[in-house]
């Protein structure tokens, strides 16, 4: 089953912001899942690194089945050979699940994996496939999977740690993927991962994405609920929904 209505609404109304959970307080998870779906949330991310493909090592299936929620389960792995562990992601009830080509020779197969997931959630919602790429990699990587694909990321800092600043190529890197994806002729969503912050946030939602990672801008300090208020104001501010 396609992601295919999800995605075209999300491309529609976008951008849409898909906020990190990792640095909630992951001992009060639904409390924190819960503070989201009040703030208007609609998508919540989950960074998922395996200290080899990335030096960071968070959380795996695990906490992406823990998260009972309404918000869509953004799950982007950040691991060596996903085609071996996309399946697990979609038993924990995952709605989008971002591979990185660079982690695996067979990019491609993990995607066909994924295009034969049923959604956990919900049968008919479909499984929204991405591909993710770092601030390294080459945008043209993005071209032969583009058939494969609902959704292309964009890492705007290198994975692994926080607290890094946007790296500025990352405007131009965005404006090739358009490109691309829209030569491909298909509906494929335009996402962004990594240095948004309160101060860049407006800017960044004014680069024609259509998904946007934001997480230590919620979630440090303590004053997430005005956090989440402010990033998803700017986001519907730049979509004309506010
Ligand atoms: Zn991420």
Same mark, same amino acid.
């Given at each position: 089953?396609? *992601?295919?209505?999800? /995605?075209?609404?999300?491309?529609?109304?976008? =951008?849409?912001?898909?906020?990190?959970?990792?640095?909630?307080?992951?001992?009060?998870?639904?409390?924190?899942?819960?503070?989201? @779906?009040? *703030?208007? *949330?609609?998508?919540?991310?989950?960074?998922?690194?395996? %200290?080899?493909?990335?030096?960071?090592?968070?959380?795996?299936? =695990?906490?992406?089945?823990?998260?009972?929620?309404?918000?869509?389960?953004?799950?982007?792995?950040?691991?060596?050979? =996903?085609?071996?562990?996309? @399946?697990?992601? !979609?038993?924990?009830?995952?709605?989008?699940?971002?591979?990185?080509?660079? $982690?695996?020779?067979?990019?491609?197969?993990?995607?066909?994996?994924?295009?034969?997931? !049923?959604?956990? +959630?919900? =049968?008919?919602?479909?499984?929204?496939?991405?591909?993710?790429? +770092?601030?390294?990699?080459?945008?043209?990587?993005?071209?032969?999977?583009?058939?494969?694909? &609902?959704?292309?990321?964009?890492? *705007?800092?290198?994975?692994?740690?926080?607290?890094?600043?946007?790296?500025?190529?990352?405007?131009?890197?965005?404006?090739?993927?358009? @490109?691309?994806?829209?030569?491909?002729?298909? &509906?494929?969503?335009? $996402?962004?991962?990594?240095?948004?912050?309160?101060? +860049?946030?407006?800017?960044?939602?004014?680069?024609?994405?259509?998904?946007?990672?934001?997480?230590?801008?919620?979630?440090? %300090?303590?004053?997430?609920?005005? +956090?989440?208020?402010?990033?998803?104001?700017? /986001?519907?501010?730049?979509?004309?929904?506010?």
């Amino acid at each position: 089953m396609a *992601a295919s209505e999800l /995605v075209a609404r999300l491309r529609r109304d976008g =951008p849409h912001l898909s906020i990190g959970i990792l640095t909630a307080d992951l001992m009060l998870l639904g409390a924190e899942l819960a503070l989201l @779906e009040h *703030a208007g *949330a609609e998508i919540v991310h989950t960074d998922v690194m395996d %200290g080899v493909f990335c030096p960071g090592l968070t959380l795996g299936a =695990p906490i992406v089945k823990a998260q009972r929620t309404t918000l869509l389960k953004d799950a982007h792995l950040m691991v060596m050979a =996903p085609e071996d562990k996309v @399946e697990a992601f !979609v038993a924990a009830g995952a709605d989008i699940i971002a591979i990185h080509p660079e $982690g695996t020779r067979h990019p491609h197969r993990a995607l066909q994996v994924l295009a034969k997931a !049923v959604n956990a +959630n919900d =049968p008919e919602r479909g499984i929204i496939r991405g591909i993710s790429i +770092n601030p390294g990699t080459p945008v043209e990587v993005i071209t032969p999977l583009l058939d494969e694909v &609902e959704f292309v990321q964009i890492l *705007a800092v290198n994975p692994g740690w926080g607290g890094q600043a946007f790296i500025a190529s990352t405007e131009t890197r965005l404006a090739h993927a358009r @490109e691309l994806i829209a030569a491909s002729g298909r &509906e494929i969503l335009l $996402g962004v991962d990594g240095g948004v912050t309160r101060a +860049n946030i407006a800017q960044i939602a004014g680069l024609g994405v259509d998904l946007i990672v934001t997480g230590s801008a919620v979630f440090d %300090g303590k004053a997430a609920a005005e +956090n989440a208020a402010f990033m998803l104001d700017a /986001v519907r501010t730049a979509a004309g929904r506010a």
